[in-house]
């Protein structure tokens, strides 16, 4: 066993112990890269991805085409350390399916956040629902540049009807800016809202997404529901916030 063998081994015998909490990052790197690297000193490698990106999550957040560029870093080291965040993401999105029903608006965001977490673009989902906010699906919608996605109204519609919802929940993300809505955000979210009145279909909030935060439409009030009826949304109070506990 080499000297570096036997670090490989400590280390791994630490997680297992410890988990995670005790690491430096470079640390959390090292025991990620042992697995794209079979032999060798990895610490140097850990120190250039952090210095090249700034940060644990600016690594874990990096594209593999970028994450190549740095020296030492290969097709399957970068594809191991792209696919951190979103296994992660689709962990959190496994946790949330479970119990398919958004009783409380924390569930709504978390939801939401399953979904759009981590990624470097644009992407708008529809999220659909009975009366009882018992959760029938997702779609992604469209996906769109560092700044804008846009919604097509048909497309969302379609969606709802072909799930049989009573409502949707629409979601989008803001990568690396703030959880805010546009004027065009806001325009575009009473358009829909028109044209899912119109078919009987409520939309129950539209959720944005940012690095570190979430908005909710509804409660500040950036649009109306018209559609409101019976079940859950019976729990919906006309000055656009959510009670703690819906159903």
């Known amino acids: 066993m080499t000297m570096h063998d036997g670090h490989r081994k400590r280390m791994r015998e630490r997680f297992r112990l410890e988990g995670l909490e005790g690491f430096q990052p470079h640390e959390v790197l090292e025991l990620l890269l042992f697995y794209g690297r079979a032999r060798g000193n990895v610490n140097p490698l850990a120190h250039r991805l952090l210095e090249t990106f700034g940060s644990l999550r600016g690594v874990l957040e990096a594209p593999p085409e970028q994450l190549m ?18 296994m992660f993401r689709r962990y959190e999105l496994c946790l949330c399916q479970q119990t398919k029903k958004l009783k409380r ?20 989902y529809v999220i659909s629902v009975t009366a009882q906010m018992k959760v029938l699906g997702h779609r992604l919608i469209n996906e769109g540049s560092l700044s804008e996605v846009a919604a097509n109204p048909r497309v969302v519609a379609e969606t709802a009807l ?86």
Request: glycine share 12%.
């Open 105 to 124: 608006f924390g569930d709504v965001t978390a939801y939401c956040k399953a979904l759009l977490t981590g990624l470097g673009k644009e992407r708008f």
């Open 162 to 247: 072909h799930q049989n919802a009573y409502g949707v929940i629409l979601c989008h993300n803001h990568p690396g800016g703030e959880a805010l809505p546009s004027i065009g955000d806001v325009d575009a979210t009473v358009d829909l809202e028109a044209v899912l009145a119109k078919l009987g279909i409520a939309l129950v909030d539209h959720i944005i997404v940012s690095d570190t935060d979430t908005y909710s439409m509804i409660q500040h009030g950036d649009y109306v529901c018209s559609v409101i009826r019976g079940g859950a949304m019976r729990y919906f109070r006309e000055d656009g916030a959510w009670d703690e506990e819906w159903v």
């Open 69 to 86: 560029s740095v020296d030492g870093v290969g097709e399957e080291t970068a594809t191991l350390l792209s696919m951190m965040v979103p």
